[in-house]
């Protein structure tokens, strides 16, 4: 055998996908940890650390791009050194974000922290998707209908975001601490169960095609005007969405509001994506993405329009009487 050929029998790999019962049940458990402590966050930054407005945009701001802003590199060494190696690698990170979060000494730490628990985020969700695609492709044929492993990864998630409130809300009583260390051993256990069930990676066979230029594929994409365009639009949704997750806790608060009110708020809202994302999957289909996606952005323009106006129109709270 060549020399060639025994370079090709060592590179990256092409493993069968997992189970897609694996990935949708870590998936639930993904999104049962991460809500159950980053919704509290915004309300320990103000309360505890009594950050205004401002700086408690630009923490949750950064967090958000750590984890979200970061896709696209996740994706990238994704590629380059495998799903199973990036989702036990950004498992680890954010059992080490969340520690920090739970043992945070000051404000320093603990913003380093909710950074942590971005990157962590960034290194393993871009791994799961790429591994839920493949186990896509290699479902057998059923009806034009049928759901999708994506719409059911959605479906899933919202749960995690139905009982990840509800038991952050409940082990708040015991402290912020509680409910971060909570959260770190879950991702830790979450860790080892992956690390023993995901599959791992196998020998190319010989004469199998080299991966494509990573540089030149990234290129690529970016020429691609139309899909560029999207992207920049699709941003300005992704925006206005994490204003108004990480400005609703702030708000709840400031309306009197406890906990207890802030989980009851996001369950009800991923409660209604669990029922209504299989038929709207299913009818988004049949219409087409040139009628579905407007029509989504219609939706999403309608709720953060009626939530301004909500707002306007509520008189200021009453100010007690000085005696």
Do not use: K
Request: with cysteine; charged share 15%; proline share 8%.
């Amino acid at each position: 055998m060549s020399a060639a050929v025994d370079r090709e029998s060592l590179a990256p790999p092409t493993a069968p996908p997992p189970a897609p019962g694996l990935l949708l049940g870590t998936q639930l458990a993904f999104n049962v940890g991460f809500y159950a402590v980053v919704p509290f966050l915004a309300l320990v930054l103000r309360e505890d650390h009594l950050l205004g407005g401002a700086a408690l945009g630009l923490v949750l701001g950064l967090r958000t791009f750590a984890q979200q802003g970061l896709f696209l590199a996740g994706g990238m060494l994704c590629d380059r050194f495998g799903a199973r190696r990036l989702i036990l690698l950004g498992c680890a990170v954010r059992v080490l974000g969340f520690l920090l979060l739970g043992l945070a000494p000051g404000l320093g730490a603990l913003v380093l922290g909710a950074l942590l628990t971005g990157l962590g985020g960034a290194l393993f969700s871009p791994a799961v998707d790429t591994l839920v695609a493949a186990a896509e492709e290699r479902r057998p044929p059923g009806a034009p209908d049928r759901p999708s492993l994506f719409a059911r990864l959605a479906v899933v998630g919202e749960l995690g975001a139905v009982l990840g409130p509800a038991v952050g809300a409940a082990l708040l009583g015991h402290g912020f601490a509680v409910v971060a260390l909570s959260a770190a051993a879950l991702f830790a256990v979450i860790g080892v169960v992956l690390a023993a069930l995901l599959p791992t990676n196998r020998r190319r066979a010989a004469g199998t095609p080299a991966v494509p230029d990573r540089a030149a594929a990234a290129a690529g994409v970016l020429r691609h005007r139309a899909f560029v365009v999207f992207a920049a639009l699709h941003a300005i949704n992704l925006l206005a969405w994490n204003q108004l997750y990480l400005g609703l806790p702030v708000e709840i608060a400031r309306v009197g509001a406890g906990p207890g009110a802030l989980a009851a708020v996001l369950g009800a809202a991923s409660a209604l994506t669990i029922v209504a994302q299989l038929p709207v999957a299913r009818l988004a289909r049949r219409a087409g993405a040139a009628r579905a996606l407007p029509a989504g952005y219609a939706c999403s323009r309608a709720g953060s329009s009626s939530s301004r106006e909500r707002r306007r129109s509520r008189p200021p709270p009453r100010r007690p009487p000085p005696w």
